[in-house]
Structure formats: structure tokens, C-alpha cells
């Protein structure tokens, strides 16, 4: 079984980028299980607190340890990655749960290129693997698809399928 860890850089209830993920875990094939984490509790990077017990962040690191890959999904603010999600990167860091780590990411929006952009250089920065074959953008802005309406989209539910499949097999080879 393969275990993928998926963050959502939006916290907004109604995100395209949560509801991909949570789309992508119910249709995630036999032999893959995706498990939705959470960044909202992250407290804002301060290095000053790194020695101390922050509960989410002790969370989120066990879960990227155990996860086999990690797929990010964010929004582009102010074309830049969302605060939300550069925070949690910026806490992932100092560890050692991130580097070498393959990672997956799903833009749900042709035109956010420049956060998209910057979030490459950033996972490269932190020695992850970026699989390319299995990054995907998914036209979802303006389209009022929530994760159910993701899923009985065929259209893109056929994506979303063919590329966890595609992170599947990248993260069983190695
Ligand atoms: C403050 C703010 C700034 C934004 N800046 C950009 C931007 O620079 N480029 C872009 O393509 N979309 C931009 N957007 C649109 C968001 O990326 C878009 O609404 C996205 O769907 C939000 O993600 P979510 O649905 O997962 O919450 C911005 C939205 C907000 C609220």
C-alpha cells in the first residue's frame, strides 16, 4: 500500500485546491490511500520556537514521514505561493521528514503560474523530488465544482486518476 500525504495551501471552506484533494482521496485506485492533512493550526514560522512542542506541527511532520509522497495543491495570492502554505514550508525546513521527499503538486488554475513557478524553486530549494510526469493543472477556477462535482466529472476525474497512478508507480520504483 502507498501512503500519500496532500495539503491544501488554502484554508477558505469553499477551496478548489481542498476539494481536488479531497476528490483525488476518493478516487484514489486499489493500493493507493491519500490522507488529507492540515496547515491551519501552524502557529507563523518564528525560528525562535523551533526547540518547542508545537502539537501540529509534531502532526504534520510524523505524517510526512510516513507518507511515501507528499501532493500539494495551492492557490496563487498575489502571484505568490498563499501564506498559509509558505508558512508550513518554511516550519518543514529544519527537518528531516521533507528532503528527497517526491512530490506531486496540482494547480487548479491554467493562469497562477507564478506561484506554481515559485513553489518549484521552493521544494527544489528543500531537496524535494519534484515527479513531473505526475504534476497536472486542473481547470476548476470559476467552475463551482466541489470535491463530489469533482469526482463525477469524468473528464477530470480521469486526470486526477491517471496522475496519482503515475505518482503511485514513481513512488513504488523507488
Ligand atoms: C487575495 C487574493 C489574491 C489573488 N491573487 C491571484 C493571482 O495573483 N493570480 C491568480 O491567478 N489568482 C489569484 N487569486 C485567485 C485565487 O487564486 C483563486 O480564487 C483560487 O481559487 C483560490 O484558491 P481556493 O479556491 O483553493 O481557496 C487571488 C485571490 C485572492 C483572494
Known amino acids: 500500500m502507498i501512503h500519500f ?5 488554502s484554508l477558505c471552506k469553499s477551496s478548489y485546491n481542498t ?7 476518493t478516487l484514489a485506485p486499489d493500493g493507493i490511500a491519500i490522507q488529507i492533512g492540515s496547515i491551519a493550526e501552524l502557529p507563523l514560522f518564528n525560528p525562535d520556537l523551533e526547540d518547542q512542542p508545537i502539537p501540529a506541527l509534531e502532526l504534520l511532520r510524523s505524517q510526512l514521514q510516513q507518507a511515501d509522497g507528499l501532493i500539494i495543491a495551492s ?5 505568490g505561493v ?6 508550513a514550508l518554511d516550519w518543514l525546513v529544519s527537518g528531516t521528514e ?3 521527499k517526491p512530490v506531486m503538486l496540482v494547480n487548479t488554475s491554467p493562469r497562477a503560474s507564478h506561484a506554481l513557478a515559485s513553489l518549484r524553486e521552493i521544494i527544489t530549494t528543500m ?3 519534484i ?3 505526475a504534476c497536472i493543472t486542473v481547470p476548476l477556477l470559476g467552475s463551482g465544482l466541489d470535491a463530489h462535482g469533482i469526482v463525477e466529472n469524468q473528464a477530470i476525474a480521469e486526470v486526477l486518476v491517471d496522475a496519482v497512478k503515475t505518482f503511485g508507480e514513481v513512488c513504488r520504483e523507488r
Do not use: R
Not at 5 to 9: I, K, N, Q
Not at 75 to 79: N, R
Open 5 to 9: 500525504l496532500a495539503l491544501s495551501g
Open 98 to 100: 521533507f528532503p528527497y
Open 19 to 25: 476539494a481536488v484533494l479531497q476528490a483525488m482521496a
Open 82 to 87: 498563499s501564506g498559509p502554505l509558505k508558512n
Open 131 to 133: 515527479v513531473e510526469p
Open 127 to 129: 531537496s524535494g523530488q
Open 75 to 79: 492557490p496563487e495570492y498575489a502571484h
